[in-house]
């Protein structure tokens, strides 16, 4: 299993701290979540800094990453203030 976590904006907006599920890859995964979840928008989860292992994982390829059973995906935002 994946253990998935949302912090920030997600986790405020629709209440949901984690979850588990198993998927191969991270675009695998962002799927699950928009078909279990429908009120998140695909532009949230397209704006989230992602983490797998505590590692970010960004750029075009992102949603390749394979991902394997015991990791841990934390999608998160950054937050700026002044």
Same mark, same amino acid.
């Given at each position: 299993? %994946?253990? &998935?976590?949302?912090?920030?904006? %997600?986790? #405020?907006?629709?209440?949901?701290? #984690? ?13 699950? %979540? ?7 928008? #695909? ?5 989230? &800094? %992602? ?21 841990? &995906?934390?999608?998160?935002?950054? &937050?700026?203030?002044?």
């Amino acid at each position: 299993m %994946i253990k &998935v976590s949302f912090n920030g904006l %997600i986790r #405020s907006n629709h209440q949901l701290k #984690s979850f588990e599920t198993t998927a191969e890859t991270l675009g695998e995964l962002i799927e699950k %979540i928009l078909e279990t979840y429908p009120k998140i928008k #695909s532009l949230e989860i397209d704006q989230a &800094v %992602i983490f797998v292992n505590r590692k970010h994982i960004r750029g075009l390829y992102r949603e390749k990453y394979q991902l394997t059973p015991g990791d841990e &995906v934390i999608f998160t935002n950054y &937050v700026g203030g002044g």
